[in-house]
């Protein structure tokens, strides 16, 4: 799954507008959980965010992918992403690639830290 991860960060960035990625192999296996169980929750969770200033605090769990996301398509075991309208980014460095450590939990996300933007309360 590391692999699959950090192959993501690397290419995703540098498709064409309008172009797809395919991830497959993400059936449930031990090999494939982390992207699964915690990569993927965070992508689907920057999909869809607004970035909205009169919600509770919220930020993308990916700020450097999040801004190219058009869709995302999962089946069984293969997710297709799309890139939007943006351009490439074919020059970026290693440094700029490489996966954050926060895409190996969930829990960093503050989205998905904090379901739909309300935080815990503890009795």
Known sequence: ASHMIQSFFFW????EPGGLMIVEDI????????FRTQFLPQIMS???YCGD????KDEPC????WPL???IHCEMHI?????NSEPAQPNLDLAQS???????DLNSCLSLREPFGLKSQRR
């Open 27 to 34: 059936q449930p296996i031990q090999e494939s959980n982390l």
């Open 98 to 104: 490489t996966r954050p450590k926060s895409a190996f």
């Open 69 to 71: 996301l058009q869709s």
């Open 62 to 65: 990916f700020p450097t992918l």
């Open 12 to 15: 995703f960035p540098r498709i």
């Open 46 to 48: 920057d999909l869809h």
């Open 79 to 83: 997710c297709v992403f799309e890139r």
């Open 53 to 56: 200033p009169k919600q509770p």
